[in-house]
């Protein structure tokens, strides 16, 4: 497995003129888990190489204090990805990524911006699609693997990809959990203990919700979790919905064919946790 910090090295190395040779693009902000490492392994399945990126990208942190306690265990993730089979690393620094211009630049990805985690994260999308847009123009890959985890940030790349007319196939890859049912995240490493203990209750709400759906209407499970959520002292919902999952438009009356999913956002303590589910018709 090689490591690269800066642009030119990898893309020098990326540099392959070969018809079949593929690269599998997976970018991350580190404090890896086995959420993120299915995303390689598929990545590794599915093409010539695997390219994994490391940026704790500034621009996307609208809190200072998220960004500056953002979990960085950058040996142990290179020693879990050279264990997978990763071919090659990505770690720049913030001026190789952004010279002296450590801005987002403005996007519209076709409203979706402003559903859900757009509500609560100013600027949050738009730091998103600067660091995504020239990560994919460094690596170049044939396809990118982001998680459902992030389904929001999924389709916001999806619409990206297709506004801009980027060459590169997007795959949305499924949501790995813990035994309890909690969604892995980098976030979890910084849960007190009371708090962890509690925190799969965020997903055994989504599960019920599942059940409810489809023989109680949107309003009557809405309130259920509000209630439920409330009755935890040690969490705090932040926003509960039900979209449609092209447009993320949260829905009140749920149509024949449409496509649904309900999607979390949960405080355990200072720790700010999503998670989302899909909801069959
Ligand atoms: P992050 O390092 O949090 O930016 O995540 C990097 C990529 O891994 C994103 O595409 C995430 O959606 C994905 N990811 C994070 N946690 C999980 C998980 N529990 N299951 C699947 N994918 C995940």
Redesign the pocket.
């Known amino acids: 497995m090689l490591v690269f910090s800066d642009i030119k090295s990898i893309q020098k190395e990326l540099q392959v003129n070969s018809d079949n040779f593929t690269v599998g693009f997976?970018?991350?902000?580190?404090?890896?888990?086995?959420?993120?490492l299915?995303?390689v392994a598929q990545a590794k399945r599915e093409n010539s190489v695997a390219v994994v990126s490391?940026f704790v990208?500034p621009t996307q942190f609208n809190n200072a204090s998220d960004l500056d306690n953002y979990p960085k265990t950058l040996d142990e993730d290179l020693r879990m990805l050279k264990d997978i089979g990763c071919d090659y690393v990505f770690t720049p620094t913030v001026s190789e990524m952004y010279a002296q211009n450590v801005n987002s630049e403005n996007f519209t990805f076709d409203g979706l911006e402003f559903e859900m985690e757009g509500k609560f994260r100013a600027g949050h999308f738009d730091g998103v699609g600067t660091i995504v847009r020239r990560l994919f123009e460094i690596v170049n890959p044939t396809k990118a693997?982001?998680?459902?985890?992030?389904?929001q940030?999924?389709q916001i790349i999806r619409t990206m990809v297709r506004n801009l007319e980027l060459p590169v196939q997007i795959v949305g890859?499924?949501?790995?959990?813990e035994d309890d049912g909690l969604?892995?995240?980098?976030?979890n490493q910084r849960l007190t203990k009371e708090h962890r203990k509690v925190a799969p209750l965020i997903f055994k709400v989504l599960s019920e919700v599942q059940k409810r759906f489809g023989t109680e209407n949107v309003t009557t499970i809405m309130q259920w979790v509000e209630s439920e959520i409330k009755e935890e002292p040690l969490l705090e919902l932040e926003y509960f919905e039900i979209a449609d999952e092209a447009t993320l438009k949260s829905v009140s009356k749920i149509e024949k064919n449409g496509k649904y999913r309900a999607f979390i956002a949960v405080f355990a303590g200072d720790i700010r946790l999503i998670d989302n589910i899909s909801l069959a018709n």
Do not use: W
Request: proline share 6%.
């Open positions: 997976v970018p991350t902000m580190g404090a890896l888990h086995q959420g993120h299915s995303l490391i990208n693997y982001f998680g459902e985890k992030d389904f940030q999924l890859c499924p949501i790995y959990r969604a892995m995240s980098s976030r």
